[in-house]
């Protein structure tokens, strides 16, 4: 029968990206030292024109700079960079209770995870702090990752996670800013990696810090992100729908030149005809793409699964 990981034995790396966030990253750390006290703290300054790196650095975390602006090129940097047994993910805006983080690692060390995931829960003296338009299309946008590439996620785009080694360095990071979670959600999908969900506390920020989020804008960036990945994982389903919307439209254009040749023997509209005829010829192509991009994802596929086998887990269960 397995044992329980000693979580003592195993290197924990925090991962903070942060920008302008001097007003709340020192609770963030002084929360994690009480509830963490193994952990390294890297705190990655985003270009932040405030005192975010002097007040981390205060309050002992290793501060790494990074220039090159947006949450996603902030991941790829300390997921490159750190080498630990485990890795938390959190945002610094301490709007994430980080009271059951040592519960969340153990689960993932006692189940063999790679990924543990929060879902937001706000503070009931403060249902404002989820507002109701992030809440939406938060619903919106996992409810379509679902569709897409299956999994049961309840809160795709929450800053809390809990990864393994071998997830941390199999992960791209294509992803430049905060549409970086929904490719965490799908890479992990995609591979098929074992993951749970945990219920996490969401808070209100400090006073005097200001969110760097915008519903629209971020969430333009988060839809347009699903579908590149839906073309680029998913090319025959994503060119087989387009070539079936172009065959219906090139038969909308035939269909009327076809019954009035069948009744006069005359082609009235030829160049609606060519027009007809050439959409016909775009579906086929579209068809032929889906099939050779298909093959391309599956071979690609197989070569992220043998990276993600090769690497295997840091930790090791006592028997």
């Given at each position: 029968m397995s044992k329980s990981v000693n979580l003592a034995e195993q290197s924990i790396a925090v991962i903070i990206p942060c920008y302008n966030e001097a007003r709340?990253?020192?609770?963030?750390?002084?929360?994690?030292?009480?509830a963490l006290p193994t952990a390294r703290l890297y705190?990655?300054?985003?270009a932040s024109t405030d005192d975010t790196s002097h007040v981390a650095r205060q309050h002992g975390a290793t501060v790494i700079a990074v220039e090159l602006r947006g949450k996603g090129n902030v991941i790829r940097r300390g997921?490159?960079?750190?080498?630990?047994?485990?890795?938390?993910?959190?945002?610094?805006?301490?709007?994430y209770d980080v009271s059951n983080i040592e519960k969340h690692i153990q689960l993932l060390l006692d189940k063999r995870l790679d990924m543990v995931a929060g879902y937001r829960q706000d503070n009931a003296q403060a249902r404002e702090t989820y507002r109701?338009?992030?809440r939406l299309g938060n619903r919106l946008l996992t409810g379509a990752v679902r569709q897409v590439f299956g999994?049961?996620?309840?809160d795709m785009l929450s800053g809390y996670r809990v990864f393994s080694h071998r997830y941390v360095k199999t992960f791209p990071a294509m992803a430049a800013g905060f549409e970086l979670e929904t490719e965490l959600t799908i890479h992990a999908l995609e591979l098929r990696m074992p993951y749970a969900q945990v219920p996490v506390g969401y808070r209100s920020r400090p006073e005097g810090s200001a969110s760097k989020l915008s519903t629209f804008?971020?969430?333009w960036r988060i839809l347009k992100t699903i579908v590149q990945l839906y073309a680029s994982e998913r090319p025959l389903a994503f060119f087989g729908l387009l070539a079936a919307l172009l065959v219906v439209l090139s038969l909308a254009l035939f269909v009327p030149l076809a019954w009035t040749y069948l009744d006069t023997g005359l082609v009235p509209r030829?160049?609606?005809a060519v027009l007809a005829a050439s959409i016909m010829l775009c579906a086929l192509l579209c068809m032929v793409c889906g099939v050779i991009l298909h093959?391309?994802?599956?071979?690609?596929?197989e070569v992220k699964h043998l990276a993600y086998l090769a690497i295997g887990q840091r930790h090791t269960h006592r028997d």
């Open positions: 709340a990253i020192a609770q963030v750390l002084e929360e994690f030292k009480l705190v990655f300054d985003n997921f490159a960079d750190i080498q630990a047994d485990i890795y938390v993910m959190i945002d610094g805006d301490a709007t109701p338009g992030h999994g049961q996620f309840i804008a971020d969430g030829l160049p609606t093959a391309v994802t599956q071979g690609r596929r």
